[in-house]
DNA sequence: AATGAATGAGCCTTCATTCAT
DNA sequence: GATGAATGAAGGCTCATTCAT
């Protein structure tokens, strides 16, 4: 997982090494402990324990335990939009692309279960600041994804439809599936998301949405 | 520690109507604070002040703040599924069930929009007891839904699919949609979901179910 | 509800001199609460005061209001066991070593008549690692005790009876006295056994155990 | 166990039958809770759930749960008090009577087991005129005593020793060895204390009070 | 006499955060 | 940067007692 100092400013020296190993690790232990306990349960004493570092190491690096989960909020969603993104510009059809959302859901939350699962929680209470940081991030996001969306629409291979349900018909029920394998999951840590069954899903977007 | 047998004996007797009253005013008064502020927020004193009575009072009716939770969930669960039981029975056709499952969820929703999002949370850490008394509701609600479907799926009407994809192909849209609605009406509590909206679900959800 | 494991890593560093005093800080002000009002009666506001700190410091350092207890319990039977080996070592013969026991009780109970009082109640709910510690403290004090005494029962100087009626036949009595005399100064916080009557006990239990 | 009304004027009617019954069975139900988790720790709704009575019997037959505890412990002195007195004056020899108070101390607290456990707590919070009830009744039973004695120690039969060692010289052993029984009981209930251990004390009690 | 809902002071404990070393 | 002792507000819960029915 690429984990990334945001917080200092831009014009900061580069942290060294055992630092940014330090805030890693830091961040690893909080996802497992959200991912099992959740997040208002989580203590800073859990992650201490699940990072092996001292309280005072957490403050100094993250400030406060939602500086943690924020942190590791922002970092999830800007994975998952990359990836979402350069997989869409491979994408060259109304058909592959539309598939290609509901594939890489698929896939992305699979590879990465436990974030997966923290992304769905809605418990991270975000300051001010998190806040704006999500909503550019989310505003681009978006926009990239209705850029490479639009000219298909445009073109007539696509549904016209309010803008507002496009993401509901398509990622709706790959994203309730998931949900579903994800509670499953937590039990029963082995199997994956068949291959058929993702198909099944993209196939049923695909033909909510094409005209 | 001591451990004391904590169980009331389960006696028959009927609770007089004032208690019932009072039982109803706890669990209406707690939704509330969910709805809010989120299970793990609310405190006690949160629902003691919403629900006007004393913090024994809470505990002698419920047990602990859990148990409040879980008697709500179960209580919501129930009335959801009776619900959509009572509706399907009034439906004829494939289709007419197909978007009847969908119509009824948007409106149960915009209906009781706080006890719905509070059935959304998965925040409920419920005891052996109450996941045993769900897994039953639940086990009935799946068995009589799948009686009123099989029949169209028997005759052709519907697609024959993996049983647990036909709830997410279903229903997952619409549930999308309607999580997005629900955290946009936390703030601004005024509008509900028009009814084309609703039925360009409704029609989607046939458009994948049919043969 | 939500299981962690709660165990401190046994580090072997050594704690800092700030560390042990508060520490014993509060074990004295534990003792002064558990000697005026009883275990179950004290509150760890009691202690607290008591002892001038925060009621995180009392958890940071024992855990627990038990925890206090516990700590409190074996390190009195520690210093008693101690004090009466140390003394039984320096006696060199049978009438010397059972008039030592006699003495010693009552001295030491005089010289920390809170303690001693606190070590009689049997109000402490331990924890199954405190039982085993106790165990073990007891086991070892029980041998060597018995070997101190052997060479006399051997010798033929003692009588030989059942193994369990030594202490009672030796202790009980100026036990006995000694709780009286607990009981009576809680209120009056003055007198001393008078030594004419310590050596009254001494001498009939030699009387008894001599052959 | 005889229970007895001793907070009514002794003026008032004889209770019904069912009033009686009622007390007995709440004292003897208060009775296991006290011997199973002491008195500090059981509550109210321990002796209720024992004595299978609504919280309001108890207050109007006891007024508190002090007031039980007190009752239980002035019925359960008198009944030991009587016993003893008894056995006492079918004692016709200083040796048969000192030996006699071993014997019966340990007969009745077998034949007794939770009551005289119960007695030996200190937890009791007497009220002011609970206290005086039990001062008058010990005052009584000391008096009874000695005056049984008075008559061995003039003759030359027993030493003379100073008044309050008396208790301790002759009970110290045997109390100390049966409160060790107690203890081991509430784990294991079988056994009783063999014939010959209890003549051991007996002639113990005896070699230190004869001339 | 019996019942059990109601009360609320007070208890034990947790936990995010600070700060001296 | 790291450490962990210290802090104290706040939370969940217990329980003796009262009182209307």
Redesign the interface.
């Given at each position: 997982m690429v984990i990334r100092s945001n917080k200092k400013p831009l014009s900061a020296k580069q942290p060294r090494a055992a630092t940014v190993a330090r805030r890693t690790s830091i961040l690893a232990g909080a996802l497992r402990c959200f991912d099992e306990?959740?997040i208002?349960?989580t203590t800073i004493s859990?992650i201490q324990r699940e990072a092996d570092c001292s309280v005072g190491s957490l403050y100094h690096h993250f400030g406060s335990k939602e500086g943690i989960a924020e942190e590791l909020f922002i970092d999830g969603i800007q994975q998952f939009n990359a990836g979402m993104i350069r997989k869409l510009k491979r994408c060259n059809t109304a058909e592959a692309s539309v598939k290609g959302v509901v594939r890489f859901y698929c896939d992305w939350t699979v590879r990465n279960r436990a974030l997966a699962s923290y992304l769905h929680s809605?418990?991270v209470d975000f300051s001010e600041e998190a806040r704006d940081r999500l909503r550019n991030i989310h505003r681009t996001y978006i926009f990239e994804v209705y850029t490479l969306f639009a000219r298909y629409v445009k073109s007539g291979e696509m549904r016209i439809?309010?803008l507002?349900?496009y993401?509901?018909?398509i990622?709706?029920?790959?994203?309730?599936?998931t949900r579903?394998w994800l509670?499953g999951q937590s039990e029963s840590r082995a199997s994956s998301i068949p291959k058929p069954?993702r198909e099944?899903?993209a196939g049923?977007a695909w033909?909510?949405m094409r005209t």
């Open positions: 306990l959740g208002d349960v859990d809605r418990d439809l309010p507002d349900t993401v509901p018909l990622s709706g029920p790959i994203q309730e599936y579903r509670s069954m099944l899903f049923s033909k909510v």
